[in-house]
């Protein structure tokens, strides 16, 4: 995602203010929450080895980042900022359709590739850090939390890109890239929006 200079300057000089780090975190925990509530059905059903290994590590590093967001958060002490950014955790949640993936069981299909198209392009756009300034310093722990945390999403999307090329279904290339740029195209758009809420809020 790319925002035009006065935008990312406004981010820097709110970004570690207690309201606006409450807000990305209850963001990306809200996100989180919400596949970590889909990647735990994968326990429970049969699977082939390579995708549950990959769906089980994924569902424990989420229940992992959510603990550690928790906690490494200055949350704001006020009650109303959280009835609103629930309401618009409710409105980025379903812009990212997780409902469509705890209707039915996962297997070997076109909605399981489109499930790991979502979580791909989740690790590759929601990204804080670029959106600042170079010269911003990240030695605060939320800031350096938030780099450590796209870190590590850029590490399983890696893994994530062999599942997707290699997923034994019967998808030609043009309808996996068709799948991977919808998927893609709707995490860009949340991302964009919770970027201009967040910039225009406070």
């Known amino acids: 995602m790319i925002i035009d200079t006065k935008t990312s300057e406004r981010l820097s000089s709110i970004i570690l203010e207690r309201d606006t780090q409450t807000r990305i975190s209850c963001f990306l925990i809200g996100i989180k929450q919400a596949n970590a509530g889909v990647l735990a059905r994968v326990e429970f059903q049969p699977m082939a080895w390579e995708p549950f290994s990959l769906l089980h590590g994924q569902f424990c590093r989420e229940i992992e980042l959510i603990g550690l967001l928790q906690r490494v958060t200055e949350w704001s002490m006020n009650p109303v900022l959280y ?38 392009a989740l690790y590759a756009h929601l990204r804080f850090i670029p959106l600042l300034p170079v010269d911003v310093p990240l030695d605060h722990r939320f800031l350096a939390f938030l780099r450590t945390l796209e870190t590590i999403h850029g590490q399983q999307m890696q893994t994530q890109i062999s599942l997707l090329r290699n997923l034994p279904i019967s998808l030609s290339e043009e309808e996996k890239e068709e799948i991977v740029g919808d998927e893609s195209r709707r995490v860009r758009d949340v991302f964009q929006r919770f970027i201009m809420e967040l910039t225009a809020a406070v």
């Open 83 to 120: 009835f609103e950014t629930g309401l618009s955790n409710i409105g980025h949640l379903c812009g990212l359709q997780f409902v469509r993936f705890l209707l039915s069981p996962f297997a070997m299909d076109t909605q399981l590739y489109r499930y790991l198209a979502l979580t791909h």
